[in-house]
């Protein structure tokens, strides 16, 4: 876990759950624009920024494009910059951390997913995603610490890692959820 002390009048921000896309790329035109309005009122005072998850709505299938609508989004969080490997590694952690019923901001453990699965005799799906995690960290520490500088030195890097940590989420939510017997309906929520 990484601790940040904002620097003297600086803080620290927190956004998800934008679902940049939905319903339509019209239809979120308009919230694309507010966030990154938003974006530009807090790049001078902010320490850190923390982009907690469905930014884009349904977007995982892009590997190498940006889908149309979205430049003005991505270009701004370019200009802020260091959207760190430090903090890619500590978010990776935490789901990790989770998954294994390790508590917050500590070091007891509980019953996780992983104890679940364990519980279920599918030691199969627990290895798996165990092992996809160390995967998924072994890319993220092959990067630049600057992220938006891999992209222009050597994208196909940030591809591998991109991947990597896709596949955990298909284990996560796909696999594991199987093996729960929770179905998902993705017609009526976001599958979260």
């Known amino acids: 876990m990484i601790h940040i002390n904002a620097s003297n009048g600086k803080k620290i921000y927190f956004a998800s759950d934008q679902h940049l896309g939905a319903p339509t790329l019209e239809a979120s035109l308009p919230r694309e624009k507010k966030f990154v309005a938003w974006l530009d009122s807090i790049e001078k005072n902010a320490e850190a920024l ?10 995982f299938e892009y590997k190498t494009v940006v889908p149309k609508g979205f ?3 991505l270009g701004k969080l370019a200009e802020i910059k260091d959207i760190s490997k430090e903090l890619s590694l500590d978010a990776l952690q935490a789901v990790e951390d989770f998954f294994n019923g390790k508590q917050f901001n500590g070091t007891s453990t509980g019953e996780g997913f992983k104890s679940y699965l364990l519980y ?8 798996s995603i165990r092992d996809q995690f160390n995967l998924a960290r072994l890319e993220i520490n092959n990067l630049t610490n600057n992220l938006s500088e891999q992209v222009t030195i050597d994208n196909s890097k940030m591809t591998r890692a991109y991947d990597e940590l896709q596949k955990a989420v298909v284990l996560l939510k796909v696999d594991m959820l199987q ?3 929770i179905n998902i309906d993705y017609v009526d929520a976001d599958g979260d």
């Open 50 to 59: 923390f982009l907690l998850g469905d930014l884009f709505d349904f977007w």
């Open 71 to 73: 430049v003005r989004v």
């Open 120 to 127: 279920l005799e599918r030691d199969d799906i627990y290895i």
């Open 179 to 181: 093996a729960f017997s």
